[in-house]
């Protein structure tokens, strides 16, 4: 063999090499993966982003209720969306979610994750957690036995019945139990804790999955000054482990835990930067502020 063919083997080789490794990756060898091998369930943020939507578009019977929604967050980031009602911020969760599906645009979790190919349970599996505005916990069994279903992976009662956690899992239920203050009430019935305490057990069985972006609708709606003081605490401490995207019409609460704010308007951003920033600003107060 001459030495041109044997180089332009060697070169051969070296590309089928690259080649395989790309495809070994997470991403399927998308240049986001590329270079590094993430473990199963990993989600790619070497890009610097757990999420993101670009483009997204939804119509409900002509009504442009999300329209060419463009938006990302940093993982760890506890990002602030506030917008007039009817702004599009909980269709803008259900699309994160898989609830809705968008008529276009892309929706990516980490940078290889498309959630658009991904049923609603999937979703959730991945590693996204959601908590609606009404508290959905089991108000018949004791804040013990709600956390501890929260980790069972079938939920029929029988078999729901039958779970029984093991240390690792026994280690997590009581670190929750600190982190959403209710070590005290262990053993109270669900349906026993103020709506507050109700509201943070509900977090807590969102944390027992330990997902790593939290998606909060009106998490302090109906709360005490206490109680909405103690959430403040908690987003804060959350923040870091866990990406939060936080939905709220209640501005002090928005001021305590808020870096960035996105103000969202007509199904798209209208706004985006700290609350003083948006607060100030003429469009935001014309059609949000100034209402
Ligand atoms: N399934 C649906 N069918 C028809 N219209 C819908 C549907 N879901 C949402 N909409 C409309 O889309 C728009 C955005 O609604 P959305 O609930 O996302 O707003 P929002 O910002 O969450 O409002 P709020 O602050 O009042 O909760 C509204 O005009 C709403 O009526």
Not at 67 to 74: F, H, V, Y
Request: glycine share 10%.
């Amino acid at each position: 063999m001459t030495p041109d063919l044997m180089d332009a083997g060697a070169e051969r080789v070296a590309r089928h090499i690259a080649f395989e490794q790309a495809l070994h990756t997470e991403s399927g060898g998308r240049a986001a993966g590329y270079g590094r091998h993430l473990t199963p369930g990993e989600v790619d943020v070497t890009h610097g982003r757990i999420l993101y939507l670009e483009d997204v578009s939804v119509s409900f019977d002509g009504f442009k209720a999300i329209n060419k929604l463009s938006l990302d967050i940093a993982p760890g980031e506890l990002r602030c969306i506030i917008g007039p009602n009817g702004a599009g911020k909980t269709t803008m969760m259900d699309i994160i979610t898989g609830k809705t599906r968008p008529d276009e645009g892309s929706v990516y979790f980490g940078s290889t994750i498309d959630l658009l190919r991904h049923k609603e349970a999937e979703i959730a599996q991945l590693g996204i957690g959601r908590k609606f505005q009404k508290p959905t916990v089991f108000e018949h069994l004791t804040v013990f036995e709600n956390l501890e279903l929260a980790l069972a992976t079938d939920k029929g009662v029988k078999s729901s019945m039958l779970f029984k956690l093991d240390s690792a899992q026994c280690d997590r239920l009581a670190e929750v139990l600190h982190t959403i203050h209710l070590e005290g009430s262990v053993l109270r019935m669900a349906g026993n804790l103020s709506h507050g305490q109700k509201q943070w057990l509900e977090i807590g069985m969102l944390l027992m999955q330990d997902p790593k972006l939290l998606l909060l609708d009106e998490p302090v709606a109906g709360m005490t000054d206490e109680e909405t003081a103690r959430t403040a605490e908690l987003f804060l401490s959350l923040k870091g482990k866990h990406s939060l995207m936080v939905v709220e019409h209640d501005m002090s609460f928005i001021r305590t835990i808020s870096e960035i704010v996105t103000v969202l308007c007509d199904g798209s951003v209208l706004a985006q930067g700290t609350l003083d920033e948006v607060q100030a600003d003429e469009r935001v107060i014309e059609v949000y502020l100034g209402r």
